[in-house]
């Protein structure tokens, strides 16, 4: 029996899925309803291109429409956006181009993804000039474009997350007079503070200029300038980058009985069904779940997108896949000082209530005597004292070493032990590690914190 | 009580062993017998020194004969050989620079070692100028002066292994002609034949001259040159690196009623202990077990050896300490081609009676669109097709991504199934990795290979 599968959002969730049931179900009919103008695209890669270091904006680009409506017989529609949905009755209003219009489905996977947001901030006006965000393609190429004919020379970030690290780079990169405006001394509080203290000492090091303690009140637009109002007074900039983090874009479900979790995110279950068994969520709208904690997580990032899209298609289509949730892996650089997380914080644990203890150490990531060898990796290790299992890991280091994060992570999610960890067989040689790894030495480590 | 621990060795091994000892038991009396010249130096290093990569030879020194003896306070004796074991008397015969004596100990490390083997090839004379191998800093520091001083301008490497992929590498790197003489059309056969020819390739690119399928017979010095004679005829250069494996040192074991195993290594359980429960051995002289088969296994590499002297420290100074084992794991480059392996390979495996399949793929290690994006990573995965376990993994890509092995190493190691690990919340962001990073699609495509 044929099917209409409707898919809200045509990216990395969205356009997984609807490839996935292309795949097993190649005569239902999948509906991909997007609000702007594009698709399939990289959007983690936008901050590069921002930089220079990416060519073209199409290198961005993943599957063409052209591919998607021809190859894979998605039925794409761009500019139509979904304005509510109504699970009883199975059907969506969707603006088009044109006029609104219903739709019906049998099967529907909401994959909206997230939209910036300003909070506790005044714009002035709203859709100011030089104002910017960044969360989509349009985005990027409003800021692209006022780079190229404005040609600033000085300009702020404001936020203290990933978004606001790569983009500090960027701008750095392509010699601008940057700035950081955040309203803590700290970096977003994902960071462990010893490693938002690297990456800030780093900042300053690469020419940043840091206006930390001090919270944007209004940011206000006055003919070429924009005027970054603090308690402390004014700061004034050429342009202003706004990146102070995300939330769900699921206005549009109020009142439709889906039900919200955190931050409003879509709450689904492990097989990434809502509270309605045939409307499905996946991606930077759905909320999942914490594999250590077991507690809701909100966390917008590539690859639980990627691959809550791909799962959700193979049950969409019939399949049985689970989602079983993040560990909040996440890596980036500032210049050549590469930065990773995996895990609780030290403080996320002992909130959470489990027996944490947290260490630092700073080690060689290479052979000592091996060219590069000086260049050390700071790592910031939080342990459950109760069963000696890795509960976090923070890494800042060179670019090439702070990947080893992911066994980290696979420590973490499997509840490997300190004891386990350490007699790990890890690859050694001068080029590529000490003899004892870093990831050992962090098991090592560990176990005379269990002692002491 | 106060004991008398001897340790035979002053390396890897034998020093970790002797602080641990002298760490856990200050008053007892650890006298270190290292027959050599030289102790505490990172072996590891010496292909960097002779590339020209590592300034002085004092670089690759870790610790200090002075720090040893004044700091740690081990009794470290130099040009001390032992010639034989007794372990009914606890004794030991022992050559020192003047004499030989006795010598009683209440408990005994062997760490001898491992020493280069040339197998099935005559060497004419044996104690040739021009006809090397590199075990220690004695080899090292010939080999280096030969090239200073003769400055010779074609030269061979005889072997299949790392030692010999690293020589490759140094010598070209110092404008050598550099050929690779091999028996065989492939690498050793710890490289999958896809890997090895991978490398091969790399090396023919970079321009090493590929003598493969000569098995050499003799080696002959001649005047300024060497003779290599083969089946298929003579090649003649300017001199030879003989890197044809290692053996066990352990030659002076024999009739001591110590137990040897595979090619002479001691046979040792987890504590480290021979068949004498107070003669231990640790390092590239001990047998250890494959973690994945349960066999023994021999594998000469410093982790082991590191870490087991500092477990048979700790369990001769009165702990409990188990090493489980190694899982193959090994990490070197030739140029700019990182080489990795973790496990078995499918062969092994199969002849481990396991239901082995193999599969490969190439995949991108970064980012389509990122700097250094098109530079493709190799993988081939043997997995378990009963039960859906990693058994083994080999790569070949740019030298930052190959690291990744010690995540397969931990999937193995652990028993992870391919299921698991494609849930692994991996870190992705596009200088470090695609949004599948290499083992996420690993796990992918072996759920379709587990289907097949």
Known sequence: MSRTVIIIGGNAAGLSAASQVKRLQPEWEVIVYEKGSYVSYAACGMPYFIEGIVNKFTDLFELSPDTLINERKIDLRLHHEVLAVNPERKELLVKTPVKEETASFDLLLIATGAQPVVEGIRLNPAGAGRIFTLKNMEDMQELSAFLHEKKPHRCAVIGGGYIAVEMLEAFLARGLETHLVHRRDQLANTFEPEISKLILEKMRQSGIVLDLNRAAQELTEEGEKVIVRTADGELVFDFVLVA?????????????????????????????????????????????????????????????????????????????????????????????????????????????????????????????????????????????????????????????????????????????????AFRLDLAYAPPFAPVYDPVILAARLGRKEMEA
Chains 1, 2 share one sequence.
């Open 244 to 420: 102070t983090g995300v939330r769900p874009q699921t206005d549009f479900l109020e009142g439709s009985g889906i039900t919200l979790g955190l931050k409003g995110a879509v709450a689904v279950n492990k097989r990434l069904q809502t509270n309605y068994p045939f409307i499905f969520a996946a991606g930077d709208c759905a909320q999942t779940t914490s594999v250590i904690t077991g507690q809701p997580a909100y966390v917008p990032l590539a690859p639980k997108a990627n691959k809550e899209g791909y799962i959700a298609g193979i049950n969409i289509a019939g399949g049985q896949e689970e989602f079983p949730g993040i560990c909040e892996t996440a890596i980036t650089k500032f210049a050549d000082l590469g930065i990773a997380r995996a895990g609780l914080t030290a403080e996320g644990a002992q909130k959470s209530g489990l027996k944490a203890i947290k260490y630092t150490f700073s080690s060689r990531s290479k052979a000592r005597y091996y060219p590069g060898g000086n260049e050390n990796i700071f790592s910031a290790i939080v342990i459950d004292k109760g069963n000696g299992r890795f509960l976090g890991a923070q890494l800042a280091g060179p670019t090439d070493s702070v990947k080893r994060i992911d066994l980290y992570a696979t420590l973490i999610q499997k509840g490997i032990t300190l004891e386990e």
